[in-house]
């Protein structure tokens, strides 16, 4: 434990101040000093490095997110995946600067109580291992990947697979880990240029703009003969046309439904989902904590992947804690390829 | 096999010649007199006693029928399970007298292919079991409830189990599968007299007529701690419902959507299938043919326990082929309670 008077008083935190109407404003978060209380037993103070964005977030911010976690309460950081340095601890199991990886989110220090319910988890950084990997190809978003593909759709051998958001944070591991096993994988996306790095970088079979028609008709001209497993990150018109394409005893990995994220009134329904008792589907949602006692398989599997090369994982990098809310809103506008985190205090720009 | 001069040159057949709108009119069926053909090499001649009526063969009367079973031609006789008398057989395996069950319908006599994809099947019939159980108990309507309840929703010790439909051929048997398994059981139908039957007749715990109101507000009232397992008979408001009271890694089984079969424009969809992601959801759509493997074991089960008189299988019981369509639309109004099938030439009316 480090003493007390060491540790800075105030720290800086973007806030949710406004529930957004539709795709999210700038002026619905603002950046705020807020005063860093000092830590109690049991706790460690934080100092991030690394704040991840997930679509997921935005469902949060709905005054009310049925069937979903609890909405984020207004006037206070949203919470989510963050990495960053101890610099204090009151708490077993945590020495000054260990690397700690916690749900504390949107800002620069946080105080967290290690004995939570999801209490932050000490992680190894080295040469090889830098901290922000930690929210990417070996943090929560990979291993729902992960976690997606081989245990909630049950990836078997000669699957046809389609992934939508398949350029985003979760789609572009799905499509690689997809392909490493040997399946032919379609992939749609929000852009041509995304079309072309899916097929290009990731390797898919095929890849499409949902933009550029309906996705019932794109779908089974990508894949005529139909498909086995949908990994869903878009739910909506996607979830409808991979039902109609997908074969006999097809199962389909709800992960995602960012169509519906930003929907300010009632979102259509899912019209065919009868197709389920015809064709023998297996419809099934998950949320990656569901599946935490299989990070260790994940992150020794994914280390060996990223030793050998034959995973690239990329990221979007929003530069400075100012920048979030404008990176959290590109991201919502489908305007990053692949993960996006926020590098909290970029550097070069160290605080005087 | 029997002398083809012994046998009828002519049967009878209730053929569908128009495609309904709604709910189905009379005139949309026709009885016809209709040749019956010489059974070759590889048939049997069936004179059918009875004939089951199911609410999925009112989908199969739409021009299409997206991702389900192949649309009824019209003009012919609807396929359908049927059961009778062998009275010719040009088969190994088949003797005239043998109790046949095949999928050829709704016809006095059926000449069957015991070569086909879904070939007849010679059953056991004696004084303990009346050849009208194989529509029945020991049907595939029967087998439809046995699965979805132990394989496909997976039912365990614990489950609160909503059913729809409950008072109908498959519901009435989910009911008291799940009662004898000890389970809470709550189910909806369509009337209040239905609903006491299933409460004080077949056990369960709640049952509710979903036109008392909507059965998002319905359901919670009877099942205020939340539901596991919903075996879905109807589709629609009573899925979106089940999908709200849902707990935790609840689970679906897809069975029928009454609710949208008679319909005559787009149904609405389901808006809240996001439920499923957040509490980590399953839902499985399945057809009892894909599970015929467990066939053996669902009819020992059953026998047993109908034989320990702790199964009561209702029936409503059509008198008369010319009845048939009168009954085929019952059944589509609610009419019915339990499995509903067709005596195909009552007692003491003998054809002359």
Known sequence: MSPADALPRRTREVRLVARPRGLPRPDDFALVEAPLPAPRDGEIVVHNEWISLDPSQRIRMHEASTGYMPPFPLDR???????GRVIASRAAG???GDAALHAMGWTEHAVVDTTMERPPARVEVDAETPARWYLGPLGWSALTSYVGLFDVAGLRDGDVVFVSGAAGGVGSLVVQLAKAAGHRVIGSVGSAAKAAYVREE??????FCYRDGPVGELLPAAAPDGIDVYFDNVGGDHLEAALEALRPHGRVALCGAISSYNATGAVPGIANLFNATGKGLTLRGFLARM???????FRRDMRARLAAGTISYPETVVAGLERLPAGFIEMLSGGNVGKMIVRVRPEGERAA
Chains 1, 2 share one sequence.
């Open 202 to 207: 990731l390797g898919a079979d095929e890849a």
């Open 77 to 83: 950081a949203p919470t989510g995946w963050a990495i």
């Open 291 to 297: 599946y935490e006692h299989r990070m260790d398989d």
């Open 94 to 96: 945590f020495e000054v």
